[in-house]
């Protein structure tokens, strides 16, 4: 049985490992060790839970990947994603005069006209001191170091954080996506969604306390 839910699943390893292909590590390693998580998932997932196998699974290989690059000591950032990072740098500061808050993943995407996931890898980036024994100017090819363990978390999290989500029904998703997404008011998500403020304040109390069960 164990066998046949690890060979239904690797496709959720696949989907791991591409997150961090042409990062200093080959993607047959990378692939061996979300292996490793996903069968360590299976054996030790709880159906009792009420979860998809996926939610538990993903912190799992992506955790078996983050010691696979804690181990090699660095993560690779391309200079194609550094520049990236400055043009976020450049629209989240016009947006920001111009709205009064800061650009969600979403909007930058839209204004770049780049994918949403590449954008959050950016912003990753950005984040972090980097090394000062490479230089890139005069060549697209040669990669800077950062440090790995952040960045893996924060991935982690993120998609552990979307597995949860989906657990959710359309209304609920709807009021998450409008308050923490699109960082709309409570009474600004009740006239979308045709509720009143306090029923939208209640709901949200209980996703969230849903969403903090699952994830803890």
């Known amino acids: 049985m164990n066998d046949k839910m690890v060979e239904d699943n690797l496709a959720l390893v696949h ?6 292909r042409n990062r200093g590590i080959e993607y047959e390693e990378l692939y061996s060790a979300g292996c490793m998580g996903l069968v360590k998932a299976v054996n030790r997932f709880n159906p009792d839970l009420k979860l998809q196998l996926s939610t538990y699974a993903v912190p799992v290989i992506l955790g078996e990947i983050k010691r696979l690059f804690r181990d090699g000591g660095t993560v690779k950032v391309s200079r194609s994603l550094k520049e ?9 500061k016009k947006f920001t005069e ?4 800061t650009p969600t993943v979403e909007e930058l995407s839209k204004i770049l006209g780049e994918p949403e996931e590449k954008i959050a890898d950016a912003i990753n980036s950005a984040r972090y001191p980097l090394s000062l024994t490479n230089s ?8 800077i170091d950062l440090p790995a363990d952040d960045i893996m978390e924060k991935l982690t999290e993120k998609l552990a954080l979307n597995e949860v989500l989906k657990l959710l029904n359309r209304e609920d998703k709807k009021i998450i996506e409008l ?12 006239k979308a969604l045709n509720m009143t403020q306090v029923q939208v304040s209640r709901r949200e109390k209980k996703i969230l306390l849903f969403l903090r069960e699952k994830l803890a």
């Open 98 to 101: 111009q709205h009064d808050r």
């Open 179 to 190: 308050r923490y997404f699109k960082y709309q008011t409570q009474c600004e998500t009740a």
């Open 136 to 143: 890139y100017e005069d060549d697209d090819n040669r990669q």
């Open 84 to 92: 990236l990072s400055l043009k976020i740098n450049s629209e989240t």
């Open 15 to 20: 989907a791991c490992c591409k997150r961090f």
